[in-house]
């Protein structure tokens, strides 16, 4: 029996990035903006400080996890650590296209075996290009890209600017996860490739990652329903 995987090209969402200091933090916002956000990501600032428990809250909550640990070191490390996140139920997490191919496939085949194993979703496997706080060249981003959806990636990381070139050049279905949004008008902070939500959604992302903006604000209801897809 072949395990079950997601539906490969779900419809364009926002997913919130928890970059908070507590659990208390995190299960504020994720009780205030859920089910209006469904997915909410988790990175090493958060998972450093409450691990698997927040996984475990938000799941129970009806919502989904973005694990993006950005997962790189040697394709054994890496591949146990992808079986613990398939044990968490997350939807989909980050690897580091740079940990090169052999590390990538036996990723890929750690969740494709832990899930059969638990009879459960693979989670969406993403490859993370180039960080939207560097500077890069289109170029960069695309041969990062081609790398990881030929070793068998459901997708990529990448900016705006980046996405329109990688739907265009890799003749494949995957997906792309946009962060960096950001509402007009408002600042960049130390993000160097940003755009709005309309400008990612033109260039062909499938997720769109915003944090600051809705953490940051006085009113994170009202931000987000602005910029509501």
Known sequence: MRPKTQDPRP????????????????KYFVNKLYPQ???????????????????????K???QVFLDLKFFDIPHSVANAVRQAVRLRVKMLTLH???????LKQALKAAKQEA????VKRPLLIGVTVLTSK?????????????????????????????????REIKKKFLIVTP???????SSYDQKRTATVKEAIKAGSDFLVIGRPILEAKEPFKVLEKIKL
């Open 180 to 186: 960096g949004i950001r509402p007009e008008g408002v």
């Open 135 to 167: 500077e890069t060249t289109s170029s960069d981003v695309l041969t990062l890209a081609k790398i990881g959806i030929e070793c068998g990636l459901d997708g990529v990381v990448c900016s705006a600017r980046e996405a329109a070139l990688i739907r």
């Open 97 to 103: 296209i740079l940990g090169e191919q052999d590390m």
């Open 61 to 63: 909550k009806g919502a």
């Open 37 to 59: 956000i469904k997915i909410f990501k988790v990175g090493i600032q958060l998972f450093t400080h409450a691990g698997p428990r927040i996984v475990e809250y938000i799941n």
């Open 11 to 26: 419809k364009a969402g926002i997913i919130l990035a928890l970059d908070v200091d507590s659990f208390a933090k995190a």
């Open 116 to 119: 059969k194993r638990l009879g």
